[in-house]
């Protein structure tokens, strides 16, 4: 059975973030062989539609609105809910991002539908679409599909591989006007507190610290190796306790889940709630010095030995080959 299906885009200073990308790859196996819609939110989004088109997207939605400029729940659910009620869609697909799990269980209640969260795979079993998904900390695994009504599920970053970009691929850009009314908030100001760069959630390669860094200044050297690999600093929860960075850098169980293709756990002792959040990570290296540390037992590579003798030996081999690489 084909079905139209609706992918979310989730815009970050002016660009889809790749998980738009792989929504769209989950979005065709849910479609399967039905129309694959991008629907673009925000004030001025049309500079998002070419990189829809070019991951997949066999049409896109386009809903511009002063009152969209910055995520808000109410003006985000009115605009979406407008859209949902154009397209009739038989299945939606949004990121499993801060935004995601704000509005998709918002969004599911106002539909009377259910909802499958933090999805990593998407499969076509017969005529049937399963969903796999973590429990228990990511102990477990469970599977599950959709017997009635529409297909809603949010997909974890960095889990689902993007069609490969086609910049060839072109389609018909709808303009929807809607109205947002009765807003309960209203967004002043942002301030970021965010670190610049690779975005946390999405990133390739993670650095992260724990308790062992032992203060602000010892995050440095982290984010130089961080900087010579192109990947994202995170931290332990007991780092950001200790004031040693922002919690916006926190990785586990309260703070961001992320799944990178190599994680770097350097002074982490490797607490449940951190693995939580990185377990699933698909090569983990651990640099501790006690080798009694839990974290060794979750990761592929373990190096027992002072932190800050071994980063700054570890990033400067690094850039040697690296250098090496580029050159060639």
Do not use: W
């Not at 889809?16 to 849910?30: D, H, M, P, Y």
């Not at 209640?109 to 973590?134: A, C, H, Q, Y």
């Not at 030995?305 to 030996?313: A, H, K, N």
């Amino acid at each position: 059975m084909s079905r139209k299906v609706l992918v979310i885009g989730e815009i970050r200073d002016g660009e889809l973030r790749n998980v738009s990308f792989e929504g769209i790859a989950a979005g065709k196996v849910i479609a399967n062989g039905g129309e694959v819609v991008g629907v673009l939110l925000g004030e001025n989004v049309n500079q998002a539609v070419n990189p829809f088109f070019d991951y997949g997207a066999d049409r896109v939605v386009v809903v511009n609105h002063a009152e969209l400029k910055n995520y808000t729940t109410d003006a985000y659910q009115e605009a979406l809910l407008q859209v949902i009620k154009a397209e009739n869609p038989g299945g939606m697909i949004l990121g499993h991002s801060a935004l995601g799990k704000d509005l998709s269980p918002r969004i599911a209640m106002k539909l009377n539908t259910g909802l499958i969260s933090d999805v990593i795979s998407v499969e076509k079993e017969e005529d049937d679409v399963v969903f796999t998904r973590p429990i228990y900390t990511g102990k477990a695994f469970e599977k599950k599909k959709v017997n009635d009504g529409i297909i809603f599920a949010t997909i974890r970053p960095n889990n689902i591989a993007p069609l490969e970009k086609d910049r060839s691929n072109r389609g018909e850009v709808t303009h929807l006007k809607v109205e947002i009314n009765n807003l309960r908030t209203v967004i002043k100001n942002v301030v970021r507190k965010a670190t610049k760069g690779v975005d946390l959630s999405e990133a390739k390669i993670i650095v992260s610290g724990g308790r062992g860094v032992k203060s602000k200044e010892g995050f440095k050297p982290l984010m130089e190796l961080a900087d010579v690999l192109g990947g994202a600093v995170g931290a332990s929860r007991g780092a950001c306790d200790a004031e040693y960075c922002d919690y916006s850098l926190q990785i586990g169980q309260t703070g961001k889940v992320v799944t990178p293709d190599l994680y770097f756990a350097i002074g982490i002792s490797g607490a449940i709630q951190h693995l939580a959040g990185m377990s699933n990570s698909k090569v983990v290296v651990a640099i501790n010095k006690d080798p009694e540390a839990n974290i060794f037992k979750v990761a592929d590579y373990g190096i027992v030995g002072d932190l800050f003798e071994i980063v700054p030996l570890l990033t400067e081999e690094l850039k040697n080959v690296l250098h090496v690489k580029q050159t060639v």
